[in-house]
């Protein structure tokens, strides 16, 4: 039996674009743009839309997402074989709209988000207005997140959210953070987690510090140490079923998540999460 391992050409020519594209057009912004998640930063904008609006005339936006939301649908390979060539750079994921953490956070938001959650949060992070964090990972459990120790308490119509977060990638500019938190302490232990859409704005969330990390300078730092302090959201920002957080999770760790991490690392090591 015979087993072709070669890429389509109609796909490998979408890959020569962007190769060429990357190196000639992206490349050269690392030099210029402080942190390419900045969506406050005006350098950042007037360098990294239009190059935004080049990927989406081409039908190379967000390709992680399905056609329903603006995307290609396409599979795990030719997202590998993509996210290699955009690896290369800092600047490349957000230029092709398929930036970690929210390319995961978008697609928990599209299963799982209610209609008003969709509009508030999934439109305009799929436009590339905003950006969000994911905080799942806590000092004392990462690996094992059985070990999670935040809380949050239904009051009224009201969670609030106690404990802290770290590597909490690019919350500093978030407009919002997908947030892992026990509800059901009483549960097995793969049960007692719920997931939540937390707005940057709600009183009691304190930024202790930005981490730095594989020897990015100081300025980029943006793995953030984060406290929540009775942070108080909605009871509809719940996502998914309560005490289903750890299966709302792998929508988002599983492919877009950490597969395509993969893919952008291998090439390079400096693709940033
Ligand atoms: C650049 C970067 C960005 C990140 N961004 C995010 C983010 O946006 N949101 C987020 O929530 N998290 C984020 N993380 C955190 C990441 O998910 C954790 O680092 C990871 O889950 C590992 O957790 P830990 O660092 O606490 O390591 P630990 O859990 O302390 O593990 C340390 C080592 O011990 C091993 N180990 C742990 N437990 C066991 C066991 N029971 N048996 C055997 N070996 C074990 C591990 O394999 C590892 O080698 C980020 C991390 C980095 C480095």
């Known amino acids: 039996?015979?087993?072709?391992?070669?890429?389509?050409?109609?796909?490998?020519?979408?890959?020569?674009?962007?190769?060429?594209?990357?190196?000639?057009?992206?490349?050269?912004?690392?030099?210029?743009?402080?942190?390419?998640?900045?969506?406050?930063?005006?350098?950042?904008?007037?360098?990294?839309?239009?190059?935004?609006?080049?990927?989406?005339?081409?039908?190379?936006?967000?390709?992680?997402?399905?056609?329903?939301?603006?995307?290609?649908?396409y599979g795990q390979v030719k997202l590998a074989l993509l996210n290699e060539i955009l690896g290369r750079t800092h600047c490349g994921q957000v230029v092709f709209g398929a930036q970690a953490p929210d390319s995961g956070n978008s697609e928990i938001l599209a299963h799982y988000g209610t209609p008003e959650l969709k509009e508030r949060y999934l439109a305009p992070l799929l436009s590339g207005e905003i950006v969000s964090a994911y905080s799942m990972t806590e000092p004392q459990g990462g690996s094992d997140p059985t070990a999670i120790m935040t809380r949050a308490v239904l009051d009224g119509d009201e969670w609030v959210i106690d404990g802290e977060k770290w590597f909490s990638s690019h919350a500093s500019f978030a407009s919002f953070?997908?947030?892992?938190?026990?509800?059901?302490?009483?549960?097995?232990?793969?049960?007692?987690?719920?997931?939540?859409?937390?707005?940057?704005?709600?009183?009691?969330?304190?930024?202790?510090?930005?981490?730095?990390?594989?020897?990015?300078?100081?300025?980029?730092?943006?793995?953030?140490?984060?406290?929540?302090?009775?942070?108080?959201?909605?009871?509809?920002h719940l996502l998914g079923e309560r005490g289903r957080g750890f299966a709302v999770a792998q929508t988002r760790l599983g492919g877009a998540g950490s597969t395509m991490r993969c893919a952008r690392w291998a090439w390079s090591g400096r693709a940033w999460t």
């Open 1 to 73: 039996m015979s087993w072709d391992f070669e890429t389509p050409s109609e796909f490998q020519a979408e890959l020569d674009w962007v190769d060429r594209f990357v190196r000639e057009e992206v490349e050269p912004l690392d030099h210029l743009v402080r942190h390419a998640w900045d969506v406050r930063d005006p350098v950042r904008n007037a360098l990294i839309k239009p190059l935004q609006q080049q990927v989406r005339d081409r039908g190379l936006w967000a390709c992680h997402l399905g056609p329903e939301l603006g995307g290609q649908g």
């Open 177 to 236: 953070q997908i947030v892992l938190a026990v509800t059901d302490p009483q549960a097995a232990p793969h049960e007692r987690t719920s997931m939540f859409v937390v707005p940057a704005d709600a009183p009691g969330i304190e930024i202790v510090r930005d981490v730095n990390v594989w020897g990015h300078d100081e300025e980029q730092a943006s793995h953030a140490y984060v406290r929540f302090r009775s942070v108080r959201i909605p009871r509809d």
